[in-house]
């Protein structure tokens, strides 16, 4: 582990000279991104100067053991009952830290709720998750745009589609992606009785073109009518947008807002991210075997969460963590969910590390 962090310290003292070279300064795009990068090793380099100071400090009392004094010797054995165990602390923040980051967790996301199985409650619970998002949203002091929202005919809504801007948002909100589960009786219901109803969340982080193997002269650009409910909403125009990447035959789409121009922005977003996962398979099929994350794909398929009201109960099925106080969550409190999720995941990222090392 030495080693390791002499590497990312040598690495460190580089960045902080490129940072104060006219060249770079000039380069405001390299600048950006090499002040990023030494800032993220900034407490990793703390962390070692913290360890280093330790391990000097163990040496130097395991020294005064080996003195005749008496008093000395105790004064010796009382320092070392404490620095040892804040070694072995020290020693497991520095290997979480030392757990590589995924790239796409700093990015923005384009963030989408829509209602699942049981109708009109169905609704209904997607406008309580998007309450709770929301709350959550600016507890973190991150930015919110509406795109679209078709509201569901008992209240809620039947679909939503936002985007996210700020520090980390795909990195603590990618876990939510997948079906979200309600037990709870409905507002609906008149005797009583509790049911099961769904909405999905996804999660999509938000690339530009050049962080994916595409040329914009591959990419075909279709425009159209939008379908909606008629009346004073009616499309005239055609804000729709439909774009094709030739090579690949892959498709995507959008018409969920009344702006061609932010229609065209969803729609290759979509693109990017289907062409990058395309990339990511082919790469890792060329890998032997990977492991899968704790956490799973994110799929829409996998019903993560269950929030069952009658007994005030939050329980996300990946990490078996199961919460009484589901009012509160409802409330936005979810950063306690996340970081479990973010810590499953962190361990089993570690497990891969000891395996391979």
Same mark, same amino acid.
């Given at each position: 582990?030495? !080693?390791?962090?002499?590497?990312?310290?040598? @690495?460190?003292?580089?960045?902080?000279?490129?940072?104060?070279?006219?060249?770079?300064?000039?380069?405001?795009?390299?600048?950006?991104? /090499?002040?990023?990068?030494?800032? !993220?090793?900034?407490?990793?380099?703390?962390?070692?100067? %913290?360890?280093?100071?330790?391990?000097?400090?163990?040496?130097?009392?395991?020294?005064?053991?080996?003195?005749?004094?008496?008093?000395?010797?105790?004064?010796?054995?009382?320092?070392?009952?404490?620095?040892?165990?804040?070694?072995?602390?020290?020693?497991? *923040?520095?290997?979480?830290? #030392?757990?590589?980051?995924?790239?796409?967790?700093?990015?923005?996301?384009?963030?989408?709720?829509?209602?699942?199985?049981?109708?009109?409650?169905?609704?209904?619970?997607?406008?309580?998750?998007?309450?709770?998002?929301?709350?959550?949203?600016?507890?973190?002091?991150?930015?919110?745009?509406?795109?679209?929202?078709?509201?569901?005919?008992?209240?809620?809504?039947?679909?939503?589609?936002?985007?996210?801007?700020?520090?980390?948002?795909?990195?603590?909100?990618? %876990?939510?992606?997948?079906?979200?589960?309600?037990?709870?009786?409905?507002?609906?219901?008149?005797?009583?009785?509790?049911?099961? $109803?769904?909405?999905?969340?996804?999660?999509?982080?938000?690339?530009?073109?050049?962080?994916?193997?595409?040329?914009?002269?591959? #990419?075909?650009? *279709?425009?159209?009518?939008?379908?909606?409910?008629?009346?004073?909403?009616?499309?005239?125009?055609?804000?729709?947008?439909? /774009?094709?990447?030739?090579?690949?035959?892959?498709?995507?789409?959008?018409?969920?807002?009344?702006?061609?121009?932010?229609?065209?922005? /969803?729609? #290759?977003?979509?693109?990017?991210?289907?062409?990058?996962?395309?990339?990511?398979?082919?790469?890792?099929?060329?890998?032997?075997?990977? @492991?899968?994350?704790?956490?799973?794909?994110?799929?829409? $398929?996998?019903?993560?969460?269950?929030?069952?009201?009658?007994?005030?109960?939050?329980?996300?099925?990946?990490?078996?963590?199961?919460?009484?106080?589901?009012?509160?969550?409802?409330?936005?409190?979810?950063? *306690? /969910?996340?970081?479990?999720?973010?810590?499953?995941?962190?361990?089993?990222? #570690?497990?891969?590390? *000891?395996?391979?090392?």
């Amino acid at each position: 582990m030495i !080693d390791k962090l002499e590497a990312i310290q040598d @690495r460190y003292y580089y960045l902080e000279e490129q940072l104060s070279d006219p060249e770079v300064i000039a380069d405001m795009k390299r600048y950006k991104k /090499i002040g990023k990068e030494y800032k !993220d090793l900034k407490p990793i380099i703390d962390a070692f100067t %913290f360890y280093k100071d330790i391990l000097g400090n163990i040496e130097t009392a395991q020294e005064m053991l080996k003195e005749n004094d008496a008093e000395m010797k105790e004064m010796a054995q009382m320092e070392l009952d404490e620095l040892v165990p804040q070694r072995e602390t020290l020693e497991e *923040d520095i290997k979480q830290l #030392l757990i590589p980051k995924d790239p796409e967790d700093e990015r923005d996301v384009i963030f989408e709720i829509r209602s699942g199985a049981g109708g009109d409650e169905a609704s209904i619970f997607a406008g309580d998750l998007y309450r709770m998002y929301t709350r959550f949203f600016e507890s973190q002091g991150w930015k919110t745009e509406l795109i679209s929202a078709n509201e569901g005919s008992a209240g809620g809504y039947s679909k939503l589609v936002m985007e996210v801007n700020g520090e980390d948002v795909y990195g603590r909100l990618k %876990f939510e992606s997948g079906a979200h589960r309600v037990q709870r009786v409905p507002k609906t219901e008149s005797q009583g009785r509790v049911h099961t $109803s769904a909405a999905t969340v996804a999660v999509v982080p938000k690339l530009e073109i050049e962080d994916v193997d595409i040329n914009k002269a591959d #990419l075909k650009v *279709d425009t159209y009518r939008s379908s909606g409910a008629g009346g004073q909403h009616v499309n005239k125009t055609e804000s729709a947008v439909r /774009i094709t990447h030739l090579p690949t035959g892959v498709v995507s789409e959008s018409q969920d807002s009344r702006s061609q121009i932010k229609n065209r922005e /969803i729609a #290759l977003q979509r693109l990017y991210v289907k062409i990058a996962e395309m990339q990511k398979k082919q790469h890792e099929s060329e890998q032997a075997a990977k @492991r899968k994350s704790l956490v799973g794909s994110g799929d829409r $398929s996998d019903k993560i969460r269950t929030y069952n009201y009658p007994q005030n109960r939050m329980t996300d099925h990946r990490i078996n963590l199961t919460m009484y106080n589901l009012d509160q969550i409802m409330e936005g409190n979810i950063g *306690d /969910i996340i970081e479990g999720l973010q810590m499953a995941e962190n361990a089993e990222k #570690l497990k891969g590390e *000891d395996a391979e090392g």
